[in-house]
Nanobody, 115 residues
Framework: QVQLVESGGGLVQAGGSLRLSCAASGSIFRVIAMGWYRQAPGKQRELVAAFTSIGSTNYADSVKGRFTISRDNAKNTMYLQMNSLKPEDTAVYYC?????????WGQGTQVTVSS
């Protein structure tokens, strides 16, 4: 059983920063990819940032230069540092893990950026 638990969301003014955390527990191995997605009201879920199986990172064009994905393998935790936040970053942010034996999602954490 794999569990992903996000934290760190909240309300912030435009230009501010937040750091999201994703704590993973359970049988985490044979990882293909791990990353962050977001879904705004009325929109499809979209990739924000991710680690690939070879350790490289991918970012959505809309967050490049503002967001940074990182991880602490010893703590089984992944982070998303979000700087220079914009109102259009408002969404529920989800942690995702693609393993050889399944695709797993956290419950999501709300990020609201006020103008």
């Amino acid at each position: 059983q794999v569990q992903l638990v996000e934290s760190g969301g909240g309300l912030v003014q435009a230009g501010g920063s937040l750091r999201l955390s994703c704590a993973a527990s359970g049988s985490i191995f044979r990882v293909i990819a791990m990353g962050w997605y977001r879904q705004a009201p009325g929109k499809q879920r979209e990739l924000v940032a991710a680690f690939t199986s070879i350790g490289s990172t991918n970012y959505a064009d809309s967050v490049k230069g503002r967001f940074t994905i990182s991880r602490d393998n010893a703590k089984n935790t992944m982070y998303l540092q979000m700087n220079s936040l914009k109102p259009e970053d408002t969404a529920v942010y989800y942690c995702n893990a693609v393993l050889a034996y399944g695709n797993y999602w956290g419950q999501g954490t709300q990020v609201t950026v006020s103008s």
